[in-house]
């Protein structure tokens, strides 16, 4: 789109253009030109400035680290000490934790302006299709989901402002496009749309009889794989109620009908017997629960799913030794500036070896990339490199298995 | 549910649960930054805002309050106005990005050019 003898400006679509759904808040004309500011913001800060901190890093924060102690940072928590103190590493994280903020503030004073309303089509959608929501209310925020609001989201996925309402999910919904530019698509379901694609072309011909997606939100990337698969019965747990009720409509004014949404923690799927599923997925999700909660997770997936079946969990590339420390730092950002207290851990597990604990063998297990699928003429492509905005980046590695082996 | 009507530009600043990391070496420069990025936002705001109306008056000659509000931009205008807000961001961080830029050529001080200068 650039004019003649231009670079091209990488610039992010505007709000306006993503897609509105049965439940989508309505933005005013300011309330979207926030968004709009911030999309475009958080691509200055990840594009522009990023590379910014590599260099502070290499010209500035690594002589003077290796002058003080007579050796190379041994960790990256060694390395964030370090550039913590570094003027342009100060700015730069100032700047994008306020973006953080303000993305919040600017999210919620949208939904909650016209909090009645989106409640009431909330509550419309839900009572016309009430077998496919089901909550409980014994079921326990578990203390990894309570310790702080993850991602500094007032209320996190399970507040309410007031009993019943959808205000978690809706900000959720909304704000989603600015943290990530627009790289996620319309419907911010780029990351389940690109699911869709990969099962057709790894496995042509197959439609699963049932799909378990644990910690489903609002179901942004289980609807493209629920659409994909109308014959498919799908199962999509949560342990945050005002996410599952603007899930849920979100998905019936989507034409997703085929997803039942519960009210379940993960760490006790007793409901279902051995084999019942033929496919268990997360999608970023892993990196939220806690150090035992994770591995109780992949074991009862794995005690549910079906011989043949699929497990999957989508996420942010795992740490190895072969990924720089200064890489592991600066993907680490969210970890400790934006209230992701699992994430650094995490993304240190041995996944592999932890699927391979629940039961998987080792020639079962396969990691694949996953590019997120957006509509390309209007929404960009996710940089990568040294551009690429670590922590949301619309890609993503798959750490899957096929239980027993992949049927023929 | 709707009887207690909500105050929702109090609720729409509630604080994320979990303790807010200091970036710089005084706290206070933390608060100021908060609302200095603010208002950088806000003025970003007011551009958009104003680029709005003139396409709409560009297009109509005149123009209601709702028109602004019901105002979309095609893809074309979708894609200049993302350059303008980006092109005001880089005016905006000209200091962080001027000062990314030093950091791959380290500088003499003036002081001492001006000693060289004096001495050619
Ligand atoms: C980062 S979000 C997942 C995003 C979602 N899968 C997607 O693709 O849009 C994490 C979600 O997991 C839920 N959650 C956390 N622990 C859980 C558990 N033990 N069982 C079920 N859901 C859980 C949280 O409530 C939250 O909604």
Known sequence: ?408 | MSDSPLDWMALANKKAKGKRPEFFDEPEDDRIYSILIALVGEVSVLRTRLDTVERLLDEKGTISRDDIENFAPDREAGFERGALIREYILRVMRGPIQAMESLQEQEPPIEDVSRELKEI
């Open chain 1, 1 to 408: 789109m650039s004019k003649n003898n231009q670079a091209p400006v990488d610039v992010a679509p505007p709000y306006q253009a993503v897609t509105r759904h049965g439940v989508s808040p309505k933005p005013s004309h300011d309330e979207a030109a926030r968004f709009d500011f911030l999309a475009n913001f958080n691509k200055v800060l990840s594009g522009t400035l990023g590379p910014g901190n590599k260099l502070a890093y290499d010209k500035r924060v690594l002589p003077t680290f290796k002058k003080e102690h007579g050796r190379e940072p041994k960790d990256r928590f060694e390395i964030r000490h370090a550039m913590n103190k570094d003027p342009f590493h100060q700015i730069w994280s100032a700047s994008k934790r306020n973006s953080m903020e303000m993305r919040q503030q600017n999210g919620r004073a949208m939904v909650l302006r016209q909090l009645d309303e989106l409640d009431a089509k909330a509550r419309a959608l839900n009572e016309s299709v009430p077998d496919t929501l089901e909550l409980n209310p014994d079921v326990q925020v578990p203390r990894y989901q309570a310790a702080v609001d993850i991602h500094c989201m007032p209320g996190s996925y399970h507040g309410e402002e007031r009993p019943g309402d959808v205000s978690a999910g809706a900000n959720y919904d909304c704000g989603i496009f600015a943290t990530t530019a627009g790289g996620l698509g319309a419907l911010s379901d780029g990351g389940g749309a690109a699911l869709a694609d990969w099962i057709r072309k790894e496995r042509p011909g197959w439609t699963p009889r049932r799909i378990l997606d644990i910690g489903c939100t609002i179901g942004h990337n289980i609807v493209p794989v629920a659409l994909a698969f109308p014959e498919t019965e799908i199962i999509a747990i949560d342990t945050a109620a005002p996410s599952l009720r603007y899930g849920h409509a979100r998905a019936q004014s989507l034409g997703a009908k085929n997803i039942k949404f519960i009210q379940m923690n993960a760490e006790d799927l007793s409901r279902y017997e051995y084999g019942h599923f033929d496919w268990v997925q997360t999608t970023m999700f892993l990196h939220e629960t806690s150090g035992k909660a994770l591995p109780r997770i992949i074991e009862e997936g794995y005690r549910v799913l079906a011989e043949g079946g699929l497990m999957l969990h989508l996420e942010q590339p795992q740490y190895s030794d072969e990924m720089p420390l200064y890489e592991q730092f600066i993907r680490d950002w969210d970890a400790f500036n934006n209230n992701e207290p699992f994430w650094s851990a995490m993304h240190a597990l041995d996944l592999k070896g932890i699927m391979q604990k629940s039961g998987f063998a080792k020639e079962e297990l396969f990691v694949t990339g996953v590019r997120a699928v957006v509509d390309r003429s209007i929404f960009p492509e996710a940089p990568t490199g040294e551009a690429e905005d670590h922590g949301r980046a619309a890609v993503w590695n798959a750490y899957g298995a096929w239980k027993g082996g992949k049927p023929a």
